[in-house]
């Protein structure tokens, strides 16, 4: 049976028991994915499903020309689709969510979206536009001016086109008009998404007008937050064992694991959703969380994707079953990631990476290494470079994130272990793979990248540790290099 309001009442796994007509739009949401629709759109479902929030529902934007896709698919079941949840004994757990309402494809109508931004009743704008999405340069921290689709935004008087141009144009009319600023929330992987949110849409409006800017800074809230719940790209299997297993027949489920878990700042400027009430923690200061989720389970995920590629394992939960990797990455979690930890309130560390080995490790939730090893050059210098840096200027060990650094450059080389080529994934592939592959004669190519790294080549502790790492992976190969290093085997 196919998913929609009408068929709702037949359908044989669990519901809205909510009626969505009386739900308006409160949260605006750029980048509706796989992860937004696994988590914030999960949590506010629940609300729902507890008679409450009904001025809190969702209307989701795309802004790029992939997600003419989500919003065909979602228009065509009425904006529901099925959240499957994967628990590791095999049981899967549907659930239709009901919380977006609405869905616009932005280069449709920008105007629209523009109006829509700038409606009192948006009192929040989330974002989950993947790392790359907030345009910042690595080695100066700065907003990337330079960006083509950003100053066709500024410069070419057309409708904006991105995430800032429409944002911004809604809060310079929110500012003529007297109404009150939105919170801008992002629930993206980044340390610090709040105030990077705030950095890069300041500094956008600051380019258009000073003032505004100052408006924005004085006015708009930005939480940070950590937001955790492993969700992958939803596959052509899980659409027909949904439909076989449950006779659900859904344009576009996801499946995601049934841990979850969000940690959010008292940061709002408009009013919130009771997130409390279904399990959000609502705390003061979220960094002690983030830097834990970000520096263990998303740099655990680097340190495991290039090797375990490299050894011929295309699926997550495969290569964390190898003690090898799993000793690896809980190593670098122990030795190096750990101490540039701060203390955690309520949270015991040890248990903490137990269980991430234990969820990397899930057979149900079938992640592909391939998604892990995706956009690397958004994601090793917000998650590891930190931790690389940190343990520099205290005398920390670096010798496992130096590995993991290596592995990658290996990997951007974009040939296998067997000589088949690796579909290197990454906006800047075209700079990156010539690099890797120069580094076969110059090995220090890959990190000398100022782009990505800074300065990290001028660090002979790193340079030592990462050369070895890379001679051993050229010469040995990936798990002869993982025995010579100090791992945990369980
Ligand atoms: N998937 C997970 O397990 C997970 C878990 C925690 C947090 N996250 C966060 O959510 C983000 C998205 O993950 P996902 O699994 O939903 O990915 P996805 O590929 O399913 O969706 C990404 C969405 O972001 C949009 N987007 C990408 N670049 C953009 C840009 N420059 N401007 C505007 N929109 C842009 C895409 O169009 C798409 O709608 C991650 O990058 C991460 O920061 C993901
Ligand atoms: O989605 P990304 O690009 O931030 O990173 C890839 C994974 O590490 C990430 O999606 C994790 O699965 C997720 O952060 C778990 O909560």
Not at 184 to 201: H, K, L, P, T, Y
Request: net charge negative.
């Amino acid at each position: 049976m196919r998913v929609s309001e009408q068929t709702l009442p037949e359908l044989g796994v669990p519901v809205p028991s909510y009626r969505r007509d009386d739900v308006s739009v409160g949260i605006v949401h750029f980048g509706v994915g796989g992860f937004h629709r696994a988590h914030q759109a999960m949590y506010v479902d629940r609300l729902l499903e507890q008679g409450k929030a009904k001025e809190w529902g969702i209307c989701g934007v795309g802004v790029l020309p992939g997600d003419r896709r989500m919003q065909e698919a979602l228009a065509a079941q009425d904006h529901l689709y099925t959240l499957v949840l994967t628990h590791p004994d095999g049981t899967w757990e549907p659930r239709v969510i009901g919380s977006i309402v609405d869905y616009r494809y932005a280069p449709d109508d920008p105007e629209a979206v523009v109006e829509l931004l700038a409606a009192p009743s948006t009192r929040i704008i989330s974002l989950t536009v993947t790392e790359g999405g907030y345009n910042i340069r690595h080695d100066t921290g700065e907003f990337d001016v330079d960006d083509p689709a950003v100053q066709h935004d500024l410069r070419s008087g057309e409708p904006p086109t991105t995430v800032f141009g429409l944002v911004t144009e809604a809060l310079a009319r929110r500012r003529e008009r007297g109404l009150r600023a939105p919170t801008v929330m992002s629930c993206d992987n980044i340390e610090g998404n709040g105030a990077v949110a705030r950095r890069v849409f300041t500094e956008y409006a600051r380019l258009l007008d000073p003032d505004l800017a100052e408006w924005i800074s004085e006015h708009v809230r930005f939480p940070n937050s950590m937001v955790d719940r492993i969700t992958p790209v939803t596959t052509d299997e899980v659409v027909s064992a949904l439909s076989e297993r449950f006779d659900v027949q859904d344009r576009w489920p996801v499946a995601a694991e049934s841990f979850t878990s969000w940690v959010l700042e008292e940061a709002f400027a408009d009013g919130r959703p009771p997130l409390e009430d279904v399990g959000v923690q609502i705390v003061d200061d979220v960094a002690p969380y983030e830097l834990m989720k970000l520096r263990l389970l998303n740099a655990g995920h680097q340190g495991l994707c290039y090797f375990a590629y490299l050894m011929g394992y295309r699926l997550v939960h495969e290569a964390a079953q190898d003690p090898l990797l799993a000793g690896f990455v809980r190593a670098y979690m122990d030795t190096e990631a750990t101490p540039t930890l701060e203390p955690v309130p309520g949270i015991d560390l040890d248990e903490y990476k137990t269980t991430l080995i234990e969820r990397f490790a899930n057979p149900e939730i079938r992640d592909t290494i391939a998604r892990l090893c995706a956009e690397s050059s958004d994601r090793i210098p917000k998650w590891l470079v930190p931790v690389i840096r940190e343990n520099l200027a205290t005398g920390g060990h670096v010798q496992l994130s130096a590995a993991i650094v290596a592995s990658w450059a290996r990997y951007a080389e974009g040939v296998d272990e067997q000589g088949e080529p690796i579909e290197v994934v990454d906006r800047l592939a075209d700079t990156l793979v010539p690099i890797a592959r120069r580094q076969l004669t110059h090995p220090t190519a890959f990190i000398e990248n100022t782009e990505v790294f800074g300065d990290l080549a001028q660090n002979h502790r790193f340079v030592d540790a990462y050369t070895w790492a890379l001679d051993a992976l050229h010469n040995d190969g990936a798990r002869a290099t993982l025995k010579e290093l100090p791992g945990e085997p369980e």
